[in-house]
């Protein structure tokens, strides 16, 4: 277990370097999740995003969704949410360069290969922008490598590599490309904290700036609780 938080420390110290000495942001996520039963449940997530380090906040986001698991490698997903992005140069600078409202369907598909676990995630997002309707498809492909030592099945540590690629129905039809590297730990039965390194390559679009970001989540979830005669 020390050494697994000594390659932590490391991992934080090289991206804070990095950060500091280039044009690196910040992108923090808070996930909020409750499960109604095996089937069902439900979430709620905001985001915030700055061009430097903890300095030139340009977007956030907020969100809420649905899901429901077929099987154990299949879940399907329905959320809506908003989506705001400001001028660069500063804090939440107007006017906004766009102004969204999203909804979106979403199949997830996961397989384990080994003990590495396989994702591929597809979304369709029904855009109304502050520059007209758009559609946007996206496909995420993942995998993971959980490990560590638990009471539970659950391994504590996960680290993650995932690519993700978006397009429209319009020309240029590519817009954008996102990859990610980071880690994950799971902390209690509900709280999952992770850390990480995301490079998004944009394609002439101006709903947000792509460049490098440090990625800090804190996800919670919640089980209800059967009811006993």
């Known amino acids: 277990m020390k050494k697994l ?23 923090n996520i808070l996930n909020l999740r409750y499960s109604i039963n095996q089937k069902w449940s439900v979430f709620g997530e905001g985001q915030i995003r700055s061009l430097k380090l ?9 969100k809420g969704g649905v899901n429901y698991k ?4 299949l879940m399907l997903s329905l959320a809506a949410g908003s989506y705001q992005t400001y001028k660069e140069g500063g804090n939440f600078v107007k006017p906004k360069n766009n102004d969204e409202f999203r909804i979106w369907p979403q199949v997830l598909l996961t397989q384990s290969l080994g003990n590495f676990k396989i994702e591929q995630r597809y979304r369709a997002e029904l855009r109304f922008t502050s520059n007209g309707y ?28 995932n690519n993700e690629i978006f397009l429209t129905d319009g020309e240029p039809f590519f817009e954008r490309n996102r990859m ?7 902390t209690s039965a509900t709280t999952t904290l992770q850390l990480g390194f995301l490079h998004q390559f944009d394609y002439k ?25």
């Not at 110290?13 to 990095?18: D, F, H, Q, R």
């Not at 077929?70 to 490698?73: G, H, L, M, V």
């Not at 498809?137 to 560590?148: A, D, I, K, Q």
């Not at 679009?205 to 005669?229: A, K």
């Open 5 to 27: 938080f000594l390659v932590l420390v490391l991992f934080v110290t090289s991206l804070v370097l990095k950060a500091q000495g280039l044009d690196i942001g910040t992108w």
């Open 180 to 186: 990610a590297l980071g880690l994950q730990y799971k």
């Open 205 to 229: 679009i101006n709903d947000e700036t792509g460049r490098d970001f440090i990625q800090i989540g804190y996800y919670f979830e919640l089980h209800r609780r059967e009811h006993r005669p």
């Open 134 to 161: 758009r559609n946007r498809f996206r496909y995420r492909f993942g995998v993971s490598y959980p490990f560590g030592s638990s009471t539970s099945q659950t391994k504590p540590w996960q680290v993650y590599f």
């Open 54 to 62: 903890y300095n030139q906040f340009h977007y956030y986001e907020y």
């Open 70 to 73: 077929a099987n154990n490698n």
